[in-house]
């Protein structure tokens, strides 16, 4: 199971065609889940995410929780240390 059906299942992102043409987004947002991995990836990272956008904390740590955990049973290769290096 990916991780954007794990969001979806656990009402952490949605899709809706109204909505950012249908762009997963943080339910009750227009903030899409790829901007949280564009920061996480980039040289912005978690921090500046949260500082960014303060109301999606308790989300963000859904998301990296659900993505570590589907991560560690799937055997990829980017773990919850990559997050971790992130914040710093």
Known sequence: MDIQ???????IIHSDPEIMSGTPVFVGTRVPLQT???YL????GLAEFLEDFPHLQA????VTGSDC???ARSGANRSCS???M???
């Not at 059906?5 to 009402?11: F, H």
């Not at 989300?59 to 859904?62: A, F, G, K």
């Open 59 to 62: 989300q963000v740590l859904l």
């Open 82 to 84: 990559f997050y971790l």
């Open 36 to 38: 949280f991995f564009d």
């Open 69 to 71: 955990k589907s991560n």
């Open 86 to 88: 992130k914040i710093c």
């Open 41 to 44: 990836e980039g040289e912005a």
């Open 5 to 11: 059906r794990v969001l979806c299942d656990r009402r």
